[in-house]
């Protein structure tokens, strides 16, 4: 099957451990096979593959994200770069460009869209399979998958089926009511959109230029951010009289707050801590490089991340944003295309960070103007490039950059840890010039 | 007056801000008048001096601790080292010893001794001088002071005193009686011994002389290790018969907990933290350089530091013992005299190491057999040593040590930031050879 998974959300609820680079479905909180944890997007693809390992995986994200996708996937999905922020449907039909012009999917074949964090069971994506099948098909433009509505939420779009069966045409189809209308739906049998759409590739390109000028994924890529912002839901499903949902039953969350997230840990701990026998009800996800001991903790979220630590009561965590908002917001770590960097420590007139680069992997070849920056190499070895010239390094080695200076370096197979201080009155992540890589 | 501090104490109970080389004493938690924070040992200095500009304090503690003291009090205060734990016998005799041969106080003087960390209005320092004064009088040997008990705790000594008034002569003194025969004591009119001593230095000397076989200072200090561990209590004022003691009824508290040492805080926050408005009665020291957001919290103590991060309700706090002995205790923040050292990064193979040096101090002239080691200098100016050669270094200099080499570093006027990366497989603070400072 051909699936597009929507990645999208900045993830402030789950402050410290999302930030503006690193949205809540890169947080490694799945206990693996091997022992280590993996993240939504992680699990998600595994899922899906398990369930059919020839479908073919589109990820329609921004640029943030590639880095973040790229380190945690590899090349095993393809990425489809929104340039910035526009919404589902544009989103969407660029998605469908992208896998026309660029992947060469027939018309004829079917799409399903869905988003990249669903906390779901392997029955939900054998539902995407059935999804596609009825797609596929024919019998209807669009088919959505329905949920199971569990109170009358405002913040879900519903379906109202024409009968009670798993597969049904929709007789209407209303996007996030307000409450005394969502009592009405449900009182009628109506169900959850949960935010999965299935379509032959030709009806959503038609869909797209209907509604946006463009000729191809190019073009449209070019132009994408002149596209008005506005949702699948409300651009397309409103308006398509051709309809029908499939039922879904299996479990279906969207751990979009400390609380929901809590719940699907697999263990009370993840890292370095310590709960004694009074704690209760208390789940702590630890990255930092330090214990933490809890005694006493009743019904709490403790997260620790090199960009903060919380302390919350569950039920009050879901009310974080304001705070995080408030924040200063100096990324202190972020996954990189290449592996990942950490804030050790900040000065006036210097910056220390910790650099890990993958094995064969490097960083953008680049120069700064107002700092001057040292590197020591702590483990692995390499080839740093200064101004064109090359010279391996080996842990202890020791490499200056005066400012100006167009510098990278190259991990050896083993991958590199390096330490890197910047050093001068202005120090910014602005203050950076890429250059094509000289080799 | 003459007082003698005793400090001592690892301090677990006060963990992660306490450890093996920080003991409570030099946890900076008083607001001070340069909108910094004072420790206990700088606040009880800064009231004895207010009391008695002449005062003249010698602090009697453990190698551990000198470095701390040093730089908490700089040479302000005489320090009697012990050269090992031998309990408050042994070390208020080699207090005597030093005051005497070191410093030449006469036999005549009165000496105070009293806890380095009482928790105490300016009226206790008051009381110091006034028991002085008794000790130096003659009418008794010994002069106590005695605190108004609140229960029959089993922690504490206790005086029973021959009449009401503010000084009196002692009947009977008890050494941590069971609580029944606490309550017998109390019911008889006992008050709490306060573990403070005044006596003339003669009279010290002579008990000294009678219990432990030595000479003068130097003899004594040699053979301190072979010395029984017995408490003062127990080797002196439970077998002397002429005794007297005066009555203190200020403030009189011990932080020995989470619990005690949040009340005295004079602010529920030190450090960067945010708590909202649904936290009640509970309290933050934040040492790290990250923010911490606390969110429903309720009686709570959240304490962090590089050692680690403790999340506890009050109550419990005091039952943290048992699980800080079952940590790791790396050291991952020590005061030094010259300064002090914060780990930054533990690897496999390499260790990374930020190091504050005060205006004008050094490191020791040292070597390692085990690890190389790269300096690179993050602020501050100063002159490097490496094997007798030396060397002007800045900003961004590197230096670089291979191991054996011998080394140091002095700091200019503006003190020094260095980040130092360890680079070896056996890396241990016990690698270390030390050397006479080549100048």
């Known amino acids: 099957m051909n699936v597009v998974l929507l990645s999208g959300g900045s993830g402030k609820r789950l402050w410290p451990l999302s930030n503006d680079v690193r949205s809540k479905q890169f947080i490694k909180m ?24 020839e479908a073919s995986v589109t990820i329609a994200t921004s640029k943030k994200q590639v880095s973040a996708i790229k380190n945690q996937l590899g090349d095993k999905v393809s990425i489809c770069v929104e340039p910035e922020r526009r919404d589902t449907f ?52 669009l088919t959505l998958m329905g ?40 009182a009628q049998g109506a169900v959850w959109n949960g935010g999965v759409f299935a379509f032959r590739l030709g009806y959503l390109l038609k869909c797209a230029h209907e509604q946006i000028h463009f000729t191809d994924y190019q073009d449209l890529f070019l132009h994408y951010g002149e596209q008005k912002k506005i949702s ?76 903060g630590i919380l302390v919350s009561e569950k039920e009050q965590s879901s009310y974080i944003k304001p705070f995080v908002d408030q924040m200063e917001q100096q990324v202190m770590y972020a996954e990189k295309s290449w592996g990942s960097f950490t804030v050790l420590d900040i000065q006036d007139g210097s910056m220390t960070i910790k650099i890990v680069l993958q094995p064969g992997h490097r960083l953008n070849y680049h120069s700064h103007d107002h700092r001057d920056e040292v590197w020591t190499v702590m483990s692995g070895a390499g080839t740093a490039v200064l101004d064109g010239v090359e010279q391996a390094v080996k842990p202890g080695d020791v490499v200056r950059m005066a400012a100006a200076c167009k510098h990278t370096v190259i991990a050896g197979k083993e991958g590199m840890q390096i330490l890197e201080v910047q050093l001068g009155k202005e120090i910014s992540v602005h203050d950076k010039h890429k250059y094509p890589f000289p080799r």
């Not at 699907?264 to 004694?276: H, S, T, W």
Request: a negative charge; glycine letters at 6%; proline letters at 5%.
């Open 90 to 141: 544009p989103a969407i039909a660029l998605a469908a460009a992208f896998l026309h012009d660029q992947k060469g999917v027939g018309e004829d074949e079917a799409i399903v869209v869905c988003p990249v964090d669903p906390y779901v069971d392997d029955s939900y994506f054998s539902a995407l399979k059935s999804l596609c099948a009825l797609a596929e098909a024919g019998t209807s433009n």
């Open 232 to 307: 699948f839901d409300y651009a397309v499903v409103e308006h398509e009289p051709n309809v029908q949902m499939m039922r879904y039953t299996g479990r279906w969350k969207d751990l979009g707050t400390w609380n929901t997230f809590a719940e699907a840990m697999d263990a009370p701990v993840i890292g370095n801590a310590v709960l004694n026998e009074t704690c209760h009800n208390t789940n702590v996800i630890n990255e930092l490089n330090l214990p933490i001991l809890c005694m006493g903790c009743k019904d709490m979220v403790i997260a620790a991340s090199n960009d």
């Open 147 to 186: 949920i199971e509505p569990t109170y009358p939420s405002e913040k879900y779009g519903y379906i109202l089926p024409e009968g009670t069966g798993e597969v049904s045409k929709v007789k209407t189809f209303k996007e996030k009511p307000d409450v005394e209308t969502a009592k009405r739906y449900l």
């Open 30 to 53: 799945f206990r693996n096979e091997n022992g280590g944890y993996d993240s939504m997007v992680q699990r998600v693809y595994r899922q899906i593959t398990r369930v059919d390992s």
